[in-house]
């Protein structure tokens, strides 16, 4: 399969998509990137903060521009943010890369994010909020993806390796 640069990785929080993302980009020898890492370098404050301070509308702006441009100019591997999808034009942008759903289910999420989380979406009951997370978007990242990788038991080598193997070496 020829690979189209760059290759996405999308999921809820907790999936591993910029752990994974470091792999696949370490393997192929070309850059790894997150917009979430993006946007808060252009914004010079952390996501959270710009969610207390700006909201969410504000965010998911500076968000929506951060992927457009990644997918515009970045050849390597590409972490996005476990709520860009919900944007209509990513979603569109994205048709035309492959697009990895890193599947986690609720347990190993909790786990991973931890209940003490200072995720701003994850404030109050944690496990509450990330299963209605998963539930809303899940369909979703299915919806984009051209390939879905299981993360649960997993560790984040192994899904890269999954990863590796259905998309090539190299393109």
Same mark, same amino acid.
């Given at each position: /399969? &020829?690979? %189209?640069?760059?290759?996405?990785?999308? *999921?809820? /929080?907790? +999936?591993?998509?910029? &752990?994974?993302?470091?792999?696949?980009?370490?393997?192929?020898?070309?850059?790894?990137?997150?917009?979430?890492?993006?946007?808060?370098?252009?914004? *010079? %404050?952390?996501? @959270?903060?710009?969610?207390?301070?700006?909201?969410?509308?504000?965010?998911?702006?500076?968000?929506?521009? @951060?992927?457009?441009?990644?997918?515009?100019?970045?050849?390597?591997?590409?972490?996005? *943010?476990?709520?860009?999808? #919900?944007?209509?034009?990513?979603?569109?942008?994205? +048709?035309?890369?492959?697009? =990895?759903?890193?599947? =986690?289910?609720?347990?190993?999420?909790?786990?991973?994010?931890?209940?003490?989380?200072?995720?701003?979406?994850?404030?109050?009951?944690? %496990?509450?909020?990330?299963?209605?997370?998963?539930?809303?978007?899940? @369909?979703?990242?299915?919806? =984009?993806?051209?390939?879905?990788?299981?993360?649960?038991?997993?560790?984040?080598?192994? =899904? @890269?390796?999954?990863?590796?193997?259905? #998309?090539?070496?190299? +393109?």
């Amino acid at each position: /399969m &020829t690979r %189209r640069w760059p290759v996405v990785l999308v *999921g809820p /929080m907790g +999936a591993g998509k910029t &752990t994974v993302a470091r792999l696949l980009a370490d393997e192929w020898g070309v850059p790894a990137r997150d917009t979430d890492h993006d946007v808060e370098s252009l914004e *010079g %404050r952390s996501v @959270a903060d710009i969610f207390v301070d700006s909201g969410e509308a504000h965010f998911r702006e500076l968000e929506r521009q @951060a992927v457009a441009a990644a997918l515009a100019d970045h050849e390597g591997v590409l972490a996005l *943010g476990g709520g860009a999808v #919900l944007d209509e034009s990513t979603r569109a942008l994205l +048709a035309d890369h492959h697009v =990895v759903f890193l599947r =986690v289910g609720l347990s190993d999420a909790v786990k991973r994010v931890g209940l003490g989380s200072s995720r701003p979406l994850l404030l109050g009951n944690v %496990r509450s909020r990330i299963k209605t997370l998963l539930d809303e978007r899940s @369909a979703i990242y299915e919806s =984009v993806a051209t390939l879905v990788v299981d993360t649960d038991g997993r560790t984040p080598g192994d =899904v @890269a390796g999954e990863i590796g193997k259905a #998309l090539g070496e190299r +393109a």
